[in-house]
């Protein structure tokens, strides 16, 4: 499995480095507070979604690789690539430990709701792009309502203005606990889909 997971790496920054490179030095700012739209756009444009989109689908099961291998090697580069970039600029900028945790658990939240959004909305014909698109801006926007337009990392508090889907927003993540389990509940639905989508061929 590890050879497999080096393999599809490889493949993801050969195929589109100058990208990866131009998201990478955005991503090294940990403040930045485009930092979600940034690994929106790398869900979507660079990983499995977009694959699947363009027709590489075949191609990609035509190596050794089963539809879970390429579903999780997807999702794995995501989360090193979220993570690292996040690791290094937290140490350029200064940020502290406890503040790099909840950032890094936040970070994991959004990567893994959007990228489940995105897999589902491909999975179903609907593309790579434009739903997803249309559901953050709604997530944005629904998350928002009686709050301040702030992003909010609490473990189990509320934030000021309660707003019941706040909490499971993966943008405002008002309640980290309930947003994993949304996310992970998005995450494993794209998953099944697409496995049955194998299936069903």
């Not at 502290?96 to 959004?110: E, P, R, V």
């Amino acid at each position: 499995m590890l050879n497999k997971v080096e393999a599809y790496f490889a493949k993801v920054i050969r195929e589109r480095a100058g990208f990866l490179l131009v998201l990478a030095l955005f991503l090294l700012m940990p403040r930045f507070s485009w930092r979600f739209f940034l690994l929106f756009l790398m869900i979507t444009l660079v990983l499995l979604p977009r694959d699947i989109h363009d027709g590489r689908i075949k191609i990609m099961m035509s190596l050794p690789f089963s539809r879970a291998n390429v579903f999780w090697c997807s999702y794995a580069f995501l989360v090193t690539f979220a993570v690292i970039t996040q690791l290094i600029g937290g140490a350029l900028f200064g940020i502290s430990i406890d503040m790099m945790g909840w950032n890094i658990i936040g970070t994991l939240i959004f990567s893994s709701a959007y990228f489940g959004v995105a897999m589902i909305s491909v999975t179903l014909g609907f593309g790579n792009f434009v739903i997803p698109f249309l559901v953050l801006i709604a997530d944005s926007f629904l998350g928002s309502i009686g709050k301040n337009w702030e992003f909010t990392y609490n473990f189990l508090g509320s934030p000021s203005g309660f707003n019941p889907y706040s909490m499971i927003s993966p943008i405002y993540q008002g309640n980290q606990i309930a947003a994993f389990i949304f996310a992970a509940t998005l995450l494993m639905t794209a998953y099944v889909l697409f496995e049955r989508k194998g299936t069903s061929r």
